[in-house]
């Protein structure tokens, strides 16, 4: 089985999109054994990929990478590899509530306020959602805590995982692959 993202996905995110810089790998499988000398708790949430030894570690310096068409290249060889895309330009509100129809009405709310919807991506069987777009400006951290969960909005210096499965087996799916990331601004957000 593979856990992570097809050639394809890593194709359509690098290419299409243009978003290889962007791009890191992702341990997605749920068996892979962890580095003795990672401090990773877990697989498939943050970048990392397998060393020598086939055990997984972080990818040092995992904030400041760009991505070349060679590793690219190398990591869409991997299936346990999903991918990550860094919140550099790309931003996403990530909606960590799992009440889907909670869920869906966070998501209907943000969109009445655009007048548009953005690109949605979701995990099978799971009622949180993550909405991606870009936003050319420096953007922090921010989370909106509510009674059902928190409301994230990634920022500088964090990730998401964009193709692959989660640990639990659920695979992270889009309502419809994006061809691109809207351009958000800044009175928008």
Do not use: M
């Given at each position: 089985m593979a856990y992570g993202a097809?050639?394809?996905?890593?194709?359509?995110?690098?290419?299409t999109m243009g978003l290889a810089q962007h791009l890191l790998p992702v341990v997605?499988?749920?068996?892979a054994k962890l580095s003795p000398n990672s401090t990773m708790s877990s697989v498939g949430r943050s970048p990392s990929v397998y060393n020598s030894?086939?055990?997984?570690?972080?990818?040092?310096?995992?904030?400041?990478?760009?991505?070349t068409p060679a590793e690219i290249k190398q990591w869409q060889r991997e299936?346990?590899?999903?991918?990550?895309?860094?919140?550099?330009?790309i931003r996403a509100i990530d909606i960590d509530i799992p009440n889907a129809a909670v869920t869906k009405q966070v998501i209907?709310?943000?969109?009445?306020?655009?007048?548009?919807?953005?690109?949605l991506r979701g995990r099978t069987g799971v009622g949180k959602g993550l909405l991606a777009f870009r936003l050319d400006h420096p953007w922090p951290k921010r989370v909106i805590p509510t009674e059902h969960g928190p409301i994230e909005w990634l920022g500088d210096g964090q990730q998401f995982v964009a193709c692959g499965s989660r640990e639990d087996g659920s695979r992270y799916v889009w309502r419809a692959l994006p061809d691109d990331f809207p351009l958000l601004t800044m009175e928008q957000v």
């Open positions: 097809s050639r394809e996905d890593w194709q359509h995110f690098a290419d997605c499988n749920p068996n030894y086939r055990t997984v570690g972080g990818l040092p310096k995992w904030t400041r990478h760009e991505a299936p346990d590899y999903g991918i990550c895309i860094q919140c550099r330009e209907a709310a943000v969109e009445n306020v655009l007048g548009f919807k953005l690109p």
